[in-house]
């Protein structure tokens, strides 16, 4: 059974860093681009940062980039998200999302067939 | 980048109802575009893929069609669990973008 599960999230004050995880099982991870969708309270998906199964193709939406960094790490089946500089703007539930077929490098466009539960960031003082 | 249009942002309709939701591009996507359905509290999930496929699972009460810049997503006869809201998205390119969202209301 696939499964996302995301874990990170919390309150930190505008401008400081947290970093985001989901720990994916059943299937097999590197193989398969994945990507952050982030959800505001009572607002809409906005897609965030994908990247390609191997690492080596990463790409932002334009409100994150040069803040947010995306990774993966194929040995521990987990997908990050480095955010620095947060604002209050950030704040949201971050979901992790995966693309719905096999795609292991290069630049390759999916569809989400799983997604995690989300974790909630909020940026306050 | 490229803008998704939704319509109607509140739909308001009854069980039995056959509901269509359009989806615009602000430029051709050819058909990579998705539905999803998302209930309060809960992640998205995929109705349709490749703007007319139907992801394994779903009631086949649902049906997307188009290509270009113009998509529906029809809901033939309404079901109670069917109301939430609901999302297309392109992914013809990076970045993907999100439509605002459909709201499926019981009248």
């Known amino acids: 059974e696939v499964q996302l599960m995301e874990s990170g999230g919390g309150l930190i004050q505008p401008g400081g860093s947290l970093r985001l995880s989901c720990a994916a099982s059943?299937?097999?991870?590197?193989?398969?681009?994945m990507s952050w969708v982030r959800q505001a309270p009572g607002k809409g998906l906005e897609w965030v940062s994908g990247?390609?199964?191997?690492?080596?193709?990463?790409f932002y939406a334009v409100s994150v980039k040069g803040r947010f960094t995306i990774s993966r790490d194929n040995s521990k089946n987990t997908l990050y998200l480095q955010m620095n500089s947060l604002r209050a703007e950030d704040s949201a539930v971050y979901y992790c999302a995966r693309g719905r077929t096999p795609c292991s490098g290069g630049t390759c466009y999916r569809e989400f067939d799983y997604w995690g539960q989300g974790t909630l960031v909020t940026v306050s003082s | 980048d490229i803008q998704m249009t939704q319509s109607p942002s509140t739909l308001s309709a009854s069980v039995g109802d056959r509901v269509t939701i359009t989806c615009r591009a602000s430029q051709s996507i050819s058909n990579l575009l998705a539905w999803y359905q998302q209930k309060p509290g809960k992640a998205p999930k995929l109705l349709i893929y490749k703007a007319s496929n139907l992801e394994t699972g779903v009631p086949s009460r649902f049906s997307g069609s188009g290509s270009g810049t113009e998509f529906t997503l029809t809901i033939s006869s309404l079901q109670p669990d069917d109301f939430a809201t609901f999302y297309c998205?392109?992914?013809?390119?990076?970045?993907?973008?999100f439509g605002q969202g459909t709201k499926l209301e019981i009248k």
């Open positions: 059943g299937f097999t991870f590197s193989n398969y681009a």
């Open positions: 990247l390609s199964g191997s690492g080596g193709s990463t």
């Open positions: 998205q392109h992914y013809n390119s990076y970045p993907y973008t």
